[in-house]
């Protein structure tokens, strides 16, 4: 199969078995999104849903979460990876975002890289989600089931992969795609031990057919 029509065939699929792909991540507005965003790397998104409501009821915009210390953030923070780190990126974050943003939390993705915390990533998971721009974000899920799948080949980085994708995506569906594949990452196509008995998609799918190669194989 071409990369061309495994791309057609698995966005098929996913218009039709997956209409409705959203983040998990639970937020109001762009600034609570942009801390959401921030506090998942490298943790669940149900932690994170875990963590924020205390930390908006106490901090509910950029302004108040400025005049925190690092020590008051780590303590709402504190049950997710990385609390030091990422208290200091959220208050170096927010203090951008006043001094330099007036608050608002930009749309350009090199602009969104200013921000302390805030990587390519990060970015363009705010630039897609908030702005709804033709960003790819590229996360651990995304990037394992772009390759099984055979829609990367070969990636060895993020951005790879991010360039690979958009190449054949079609630019209004980029956004939505990120969410298709972070889904079927979580909850199908799992790391360890994916469920590709149960995957709609393993016609389609490299990983699988090399992993019937070698059953058949073995049987023989």
């Given at each position: 199969m071409r990369k061309k029509e495994r791309f057609e065939k698995i966005i098929s699929w996913f218009r039709e078995n997956m209409p409705i792909a959203e983040t998990e991540l639970e937020y109001t507005n762009p600034y609570e999104l942009l801390v959401a965003v921030i506090l998942s790397a490298q943790c669940t998104d149900k932690r994170v849903n875990q963590i924020t409501p205390p930390l908006f009821e106490k901090y509910p915009t950029a302004f108040d979460l400025s005049h925190a210390t690092q020590e008051n953030i780590f303590d709402y923070i504190r049950s997710c990876s990385?609390?030091?780190?990422?208290?200091?990126?959220?208050?170096?974050?927010?203090?951008m975002l006043v001094e330099d943003f007036k608050e608002i939390v930009p749309d350009d993705i090199k602009e969104l890289q200013k921000l302390p915390g805030v990587g390519r990533k990060t970015a363009n998971v705010i630039a897609s989600v908030v702005y709804d721009k033709p960003a790819?974000?590229?996360?651990?899920?995304?990037?394992?089931?772009?390759e099984r799948l055979g829609l990367?080949?070969?990636s060895k980085t993020p951005l790879e992969t991010e360039k690979q994708l958009v190449k054949y995506i079609p630019e209004e569906l980029i956004a939505t795609a990120h969410h298709w594949l972070i889904l079927?990452?979580?909850y199908v196509c799992l790391a360890r031990k994916p469920k590709?008995?149960?995957?709609?998609l393993k016609k389609y799918c490299k990983y699988y057919q090399k992993e019937e190669k070698k059953n058949i194989k073995a049987s023989n």
């Open positions: 990385y609390p030091n780190n990422k208290a200091k990126h959220l208050l170096g974050m927010a203090k790819m974000a590229v996360d651990t899920h995304v990037f394992r089931v772009s990367t080949t070969n079927h990452g979580r590709c008995k149960a995957c709609g």
